[in-house]
């Protein structure tokens, strides 16, 4: 199994709800992230779980809240949203603790702030 | 400031052509290059990598070249093939692990 499960694939919220995005692998890799993407340009991170602990936070608002509930699931919990936060949000794990290089990503939630 | 860069957006090539996407980096301490495929509405895949250590890495139908003196890095695609096109990102990393990215080169393989 090779794969970064995430859901949903879509996701619609208005800027009061709370909703939260999910990912899940079983490759025994001791890394995952958050990324987001917008059309046309590459990945930004916003944050890396190395052995189930935050280790870089890439100055995200406080509305984005992670969560690594254990070392197979990262959870991105999502909160008051503004309309720009719309993008592709993408996870990503890899072997090492220390670094993501050759990770291997999700298919992405396709998230949609109205 | 851009610490890697694909400075052609865009490139179209025939089917069963040769495919060459370059990427520049500024950072003398990047010692890890890798290169991305994106289709559109899906995640990045991993495609090729390779170490400063070396000047050619090889896979199949992909193969990439660095050129450290010059800071470039080129990725071949022979021959290319209609399935190829897609986004292509070029992405280097140094000690902290952590990977800077270029701004892609859309790649249209035409029939």
Redesign the interface.
Known sequence: DTE?T?TPKHLVMGMTNKKSLKCEQHMGHRAMYWYKQKA????E?MFVYSYEKLS?NESVPSRFSPECPNSSLLNLHLHALQPEDSA?Y???SSQ?G???????????T?LTVV | DQQVKQNSPSLSVQEGRISILNCDYTNSMFD?F?W?KKYP??????LI?ISSIKDKNEDGRFTVFLNKSAKHLSLHIVPSQPGDSAVY?C?A?GN????I????TSLAVNP
């Open positions: 970064v995430q046309k340009k590459p990945p991170l870089i592709l993408l996870c990503a090492s220390g670094g993501d290089t050759e990770a291997f990503f999700g298919q992405g396709r | 890890y890798l991305y509405a899906e995640g990045p895949t991993f990598s990102f992405a990393t902290n692990r952590k990977l990215w270029g701004l892609g």
